[in-house]
């Protein structure tokens, strides 16, 4: 199971490590729209990201914009919520608790079921190869923080076509 936290106006979806992605349709309306297959007028992007403020500050960005998008702070918990949501795109930090977002990038760009969904890197690291080595490893795109919510928003729509 998971349970759905709100804290300072922020939602954030916590799934335990034993968590049954068939009930990620409970906590969050975004969620219980994709999970059940309904037919929403809105595209999904799932956000896996450990920084509220960040994560906050996509949310208010892209659902102003028309999407409907879902935070969780671990890796493992947005790779599981990946295969329910099929989002157009997942947005990931690469430092996170738990598995690093490398290893989530790995495992999405790796499976049949999410290997066809745009996943765009956004890290507060200063590396010169990270780039490289993150497209190389299946990213779409990679973004520096602190991000202009503006260009944000144009790469997401990018994939909303």
């Known amino acids: 199971m998971f349970s759905h936290f709100l804290h300072d106006s922020h939602d954030i979806i916590s799934l335990n490590d034993d968590a049954d992605t068939a009930g990620c349709g409970l906590a969050d309306p975004a969620v219980k729209n994709a999970a059940s297959g309904t037919p929403n007028e809105r595209p999904f992007v799932l956000c896996i990201d450990d920084d509220e403020d960040f994560s906050h500050g996509v949310k208010i960005c892209l ?6 998008v879902v935070r969780v702070s671990k890796g493992i918990d947005g ?18 608790p738990g598995d690093s977002g490398e290893e989530i990038l790995s495992q999405l760009h790796f499976h ?6 745009p996943v765009m890197i ?5 590396d010169s190869n990270l780039r490289d ?3 190389a490893s299946g990213a779409t795109e990679v973004l520096q923080k602190p991000l202009n919510y503006d260009q ?3 790469e997401v729509a990018k994939f909303s076509s």
């Open 63 to 68: 659902q102003s914009r028309g999407y409907e």
């Open 79 to 96: 790779y599981r919520l990946a295969f329910e949501l099929a989002p157009i795109v997942i947005l990931l930090d690469l430092h996170m």
């Open 112 to 117: 049949p079921a999410t290997s066809h969904i």
């Open 122 to 126: 956004v890290t507060g690291i200063r």
């Open 133 to 135: 080595r993150m497209i």
């Open 152 to 154: 944000l928003a144009k």
